[in-house]
């Protein structure tokens, strides 16, 4: 017990339960029907806030009081102090991720993850499992999968109606080992097996736009997202190419060193991005100019478009090698660090704010674009994308 109490006495912050509540529901009692004495708190930490024995009172009165204190799940508890703990910086992009989290996160980061190679989506109405996605020589693709099939159950469990991150949960599973899938098509019900590989995840999409201009969507920059940039670039020159537009649209962000790689395929020589932790000390980063893109360019972006997509754009911008096309960027100005702990658990972190090459914060305010156009969707063409019409327009003028 010594060495939680060790714990608690460091987390003083993290999971305090409001013991103080009065309500007006039926069947709960005032407190002074049951708390006429005041259990006692003594001592203070160091720095003078919470009473260091605070959670340890608030344990006992759950050991005393609490309607299921049989049940109470111990790891969980010390989970959600640590948490809380790290919510308590009132800082939305800070977070602490238990072990299992943190193996989610960190494939999220990289771009790659074990196991069949397809994409799902979930009916909201029916709730309906739906095939979307069937990657290129995927397991999925050589278990026989096609888009537009229904999935019924992974390994015997039944998925209609379960949350679609359980989901993906149970296909995900070791590299090497077996999945069973069963599924429906066009009515008739087929079971099929793939084996788990590890797969990347398609970052980047591409295709040439009426013969003349190039097209790529990014959306988020992973580690693998790099390769696959320059590798559309590459295939759209092969292609002819004589202008681009890069479609960072609802592009939460990413990895700070790839986002860096890829403008160096974009910018002349000078500054990308500058950064300044909490010392106020700087920290760089260049571009050699050796890769410049010298063809008419358009970066398409929307309020959704955050951190390593604004640093993009804004960039772009900055230095006029490109119009920016569609509305003002979600306005993410600061870096994270992701951090491990010794148990498997993770911090997230903010650890400083970056600056643009002319000098500018985008923090709260996000990336006005040259070029302002509110996307209008079309009852009678669901393929129809105005903002995209817009961006080939402004690269057509260019050329």
Known sequence: ??????????????????????????????????????????GTDKKGGFPEEKLEV???????????ADDIDEEALIEGICAGYVSGLGDPYSAYYTEEEARELLQGISGEYSGIGAGLSKNNETNAVTITTVYKDSPAEEAGMEE????????????TGEDLNQVVAWIKGEEGTQV??????????????????MIEVQTVSYEMKDSRIGYIRVSEFDVVTYEQFKDALRALDEQGMEGLVIDLRSNPGGNLTVVMDMLGQILPKGTIVTTENRDGKDEEYYCDGSHEFKKPLAVLVNGYSASASEIFSGAVQDYKKGKIVGTTTYGKGVVQEVLGLSDGSYLKITISEYFLPSGRSIDKVGITPDV????????????????LDKAMEVVRKEL
């Open 180 to 197: 069973k899938l069963n599924m429906l098509r066009d009515s008739e019900e087929l079971e099929l097996t793939a084996v788990r590989r």
């Open 148 to 159: 537009g099939d229904i999935l019924l159950q992974v390994d015997g469990h039944e998925v």
């Open 58 to 68: 608030i344990r006992e009165v759950m050991d005393e009081y609490y309607l299921h």
């Open 372 to 387: 302002e156009v509110e996307y209008e969707p079309d009852e009678e063409n669901p393929e129809a994308d105005n903002q």
């Open 1 to 42: 017990m010594k060495e939680d109490h060790k714990f608690l006495k460091g987390a003083l912050c993290g999971a305090l339960v409001m013991l103080c509540v009065i309500s007006a529901v039926g069947g709960i009692r005032s407190l002074s029907d049951n708390f006429t004495k005041p259990h006692a708190i003594s």
